[in-house]
């Protein structure tokens, strides 16, 4: 649809502007509008000005006025404007130009102006000190191209230092008290450029030879998507847990002071929470893994890790104790000692390079064991016996806590077995490291599910009961064993079974590793280790459970024992008759009863700290004991003697009595 324009004489409209009425005016006596007016003098090349204000009062003439007793409507008249115009001027709220701002601008000077500007005052503040409208000063700064300077002081020399210093846009933020934008807007105007996290990381031989170490293990080198490099990844799981931290606190200047991360286990029957971390992408990383990756050679689609000379030539001692951690582990298989790492995923080519290096840098003699000589993949390393006790040399100075059973003990006693309180070179960086995050309660299926029916008698009342025997994780028992259990919840426990009625919980029992090698003392005249055999930790049963069902119970659970943990040679628990317990529900399913004297050793607290036997004796002589020391200190001496406990043995591995 097309709109029709009336004609008019433009002749006596362009007589009608010039002698000084508006658009508006001119548009009412010849009966169109006024776009249609603006239009026909643009096409005749007219240029129209825009509408020149009709006062140039300010706020402090109407002040005056208004003191003097006017008002708003008298000073309107006298303006020739409306009251409206007077009001918003007076209330600066004003969105009409002000004549003065060309009337008075020339009595303005840039320096004045800019001089006011650089020291903070807004426009509204420069306008109330000079007697103008604020229109009129944010003109005037326009005009004169004068830059406000910005609100948070932020400067080119401090917002550069902070970004050398790898400070993040939002900590920056924090510091000058704005907003991130606010910032980046700052970045933009200084033609700065924040800086990539892996440009003030340097690769050193240092650094590379824990790469190469935990390359050879665990670690893996992530893929690169689009623009972003590749980075290190590492990961161990609970019980390696501060192996991790290691590693992390090794490469701290790659990892930007990143979280360690927690990840519930993949494997559902896997109980294990699995600790991860990531180093920072870096092009180094993007290099190792375009050269010596060799993508989707596995069934599964994994890549193939490839090594060459050049990536071994950064090997050190750390790297070698590193590897060995990730993949090394040693078997006294027929009385013959072997150290082994497992090299399966590596071409048998690879595995022959690492024998020669490993032959020219430390001397190690090594030979490779497989199943099959013929395929490209599934070859182990294995030193020789002539090897070990150099091998325990190179690793003694490294070996943390949580990898101290892979050491292997045949040619070199450790300092850790004489003294308790030895630590490893690594040991005390592991103290500067951070903390593991809290694991996940993890999905758990068991692997141990019987029903029986069993026999009761209570209160005199012969019932048949059916019970079911179901191994459990530990947060379904932990509660069970804090409200029933004089002892409460256990914290170092591996394994775990609940006793249900029904569907509901009546008993828990719960097994642990060996605490020390003490417990297999003397027994069946050899030696064992602390994986040897497990320690009933908990074994709680309501008391509304008939007769013989604790046995019925521990039977469950020792065959229970059997088919999940086929290493365990050996069961120990203790009783404590001092809490009414004598161990009848052992001697019930056949244990053995070993001696009435187990408990821990006596304690010593001298002034309220608490020493030790072998510290007394250094002070006052190996002769000297109990006696001597009351009679020296006196009622500063406590002596603690713990109540003697049952100790009870059930074998599992019948070859012990040959």
């Known amino acids: 649809m097309f709109m029709v324009t009336k004609k008019f004489d433009i002749n ?38 825009k509408p020149k204000p009709k006062t140039c009062i300010t706020k402090q003439k ?27 001027i007076y209330k600066n709220k004003t969105k009409t130009r002000n004549t003065c701002s060309v009337e008075f601008s020339h009595k303005i000077s840039k320096d004045e102006l800019n001089k006011l500007v650089q020291s903070r005052l807004t426009n509204i503040q420069i306008a109330e000190k000079l007697g103008y409208n604020r229109s009129t000063i944010g003109d005037l700064i326009k005009r004169y191209e004068i830059n406000r300077p910005s609100r948070y002081n932020i400067t080119k020399e401090k917002l550069e230092n902070y970004l050398d210093k790898k400070l993040t846009i939002g900590q920056i933020a924090k510091i000058f008290g704005c907003g991130k934008s606010t910032i980046k807007k700052h970045i933009k105007e200084f033609k700065l450029r924040k800086k990539q996290l892996w440009e003030s990381v340097e690769i050193t031989n240092e650094l590379k030879a824990i790469i190469i170490g935990i390359y050879l293990g665990d670690a893996s080198i992530s893929k690169p998507i689009k623009n972003m490099k590749s980075c290190l990844e590492y990961g161990h799981a609970t019980d390696q847990g501060n192996l991790v931290r290691l590693v992390y606190q090794l490469l701290e200047p790659l990892m930007s002071k990143r979280k360690i991360n927690v990840e519930a286990p993949t494997k559902k029957i896997n109980e294990e929470t699995f600790y991860r971390i990531r180093t920072i992408f870096h092009p180094y990383f993007t290099e190792l893994r375009d050269k010596y990756y060799k993508e989707n050679f596995f069934d599964n689609g994994e890549a193939l890790k490839r090594i060459d000379l050049d990536l071994l030539n950064y090997m050190t001692d750390e790297s070698l104790a590193l590897w060995y951690f990730d993949d090394g582990y040693f078997s006294d298989f027929n009385n013959k000692l072997k150290v082994v790492f497992c090299t399966q995923r590596f071409l048998l080519e690879d595995v022959k390079l690492l024998i020669k290096f490993i032959k020219d840098k430390w001397n190690l003699d090594s030979y490779i064991k497989s199943k099959n000589k013929y395929l490209l993949t599934g070859h182990d390393i294995v030193l020789h016996e002539r090897s070990v006790s ?16 892979k050491f292997p003990f045949q040619f070199i006693i450790p300092y850790w077995e004489s003294d308790t309180k030895y630590q490893s070179n690594w040991d005390i960086i592991l103290k500067e490291a951070p903390n593991l995050p809290k694991p996940r309660i993890p999905y758990f299926i068991p692997q141990y599910d019987v029903s029986k029916s069993l026999k009761t008698i209570n209160n005199n009342i012969k019932t048949i009961t059916n019970y079911r025997v179901v191994q459990a994780s530990k947060p379904e028992i932990s509660d069970f064993l804090a409200k029933h259990h004089y002892l409460g919840r256990i914290k170092n426990s591996c394994l775990h079974f609940k006793l249900l009625e029904d569907d509901k919980l009546v008993g828990v029992s719960s097994f642990s590793k060996l605490r020390t090698v003490q417990q297999t003392k003397n027994m069946f005249n050899r030696e064992f280790t602390i994986y040897d055999g497990l320690d009933v930790s908990r074994f709680a049963c309501l008391d509304a459970c008939g007769n013989n069902t604790e046995s019925f119970f521990m039977s469950e659970c020792i065959r229970g024992i059997k088919k999940i943990s086929t290493e365990t040679k050996f069961l120990v628990t203790y009783s404590q008759p001092e809490v009414g317990h004598h161990g009848y529900v052992y001697q019930s399913t056949n244990w053995i009863y070993v001696t ?11 002034d309220g700290n608490p020493t030790t036997r072998r510290t007394l004796k250094r002070r006052h002589g190996k002769d000297s004991g109990g006696k001597e020391w009351r009679e020296i200190y006196g009622d500063r001496l406590q002596v603690i003697k713990p109540p003697s406990k049952h100790k009870y043995l059930f074998v599992i591995d019948k070859n012990l009595y040959k």
């Open 596 to 606: 009435s004297r187990a408990g821990a050793t006596i304690r010593y607290i001298l």
């Open 390 to 405: 150099k091998f325990e040399e190179l690793l003694l100075p490294y070996i943390i806590k949580c990898v101290r059973y």
């Open 62 to 88: 109407i002040q005056k006025l208004l003191n003097n007793g006017e008002t708003f409507a008298s000073i309107a008249r006298l303006e020739n404007v409306s009251s409206t115009i007077i009001r918003r």
């Open 12 to 49: 006596k409209a362009i007589r009608l502007y010039n002698d000084g009425n508006s658009l508006g005016s001119i548009s009412k006596q010849l009966g169109v509008t006024k776009s249609a007016i603006s239009y026909s003098f643009k096409k005749q090349g007219i240029e129209v000005s």
